[in-house]
């Protein structure tokens, strides 16, 4: 039984967090539905924290939502280098970034979690070689 049940990528926290953001609405409405904690991983972190970094309180917002413990990291790349390096070479056509690896590796190794997302390559990524990856994207 899988202990992660919503894995969160870079747009929905980023879109959660800026108010005129695209996706802002239906971040506030998916992130309402999901049960605490969201786990990611330190890749979606860095990439959020850079595009926040633009916007005023942004940064703050995701240091809140981690202070507070709606967000937790749940992979180390140390732990996965070599299988998350293995899903790049993979998908290097796409090209697949490190964060998305590190999703995906996520959702291999907790098999019942839904990966929040805006990027519709997460459609076309498959765990474990084959299986189809539970995903909520925008419908836009």
């Known amino acids: 039984m899988s202990r992660f049940q919503t894995l969160v990528d870079t747009g929905p926290l980023v879109s959660y967090l800026v108010k005129g953001d695209r996706y802002h609405r239906w971040a506030c409405d998916v ?3 999901r ?4 786990h990611t991983c330190e890749a979606v972190l860095a990439e959020a924290f850079h595009l926040l970094s633009r916007t005023t309180g942004g940064s703050d ?3 809140e939502l981690l ?3 709606h ?3 749940g992979l180390h790349l140390d732990d996965e280098l070599d299988r998350v390096l293995a ?20 959702a291999e ?6 990966v929040l997302s805006i990027d519709r390559d997460f459609r076309v990524y498959r765990k474990n070689g084959r299986a189809v990856i539970k995903a909520l994207l925008p419908r836009s």
């Open 31 to 33: 992130l309402r539905t």
């Open 35 to 38: 049960p605490s904690p969201l």
């Open 61 to 63: 917002g995701l240091s």
């Open 67 to 69: 202070r507070q413990g």
């Open 71 to 73: 967000v937790r990291v």
């Open 87 to 106: 899903l790049m070479a993979k998908y290097s056509d796409v090209p697949m970034s490190l964060a998305d690896a590190c999703l995906v590796r996520m």
């Open 109 to 114: 190794l907790h098999d019942q979690a839904v």
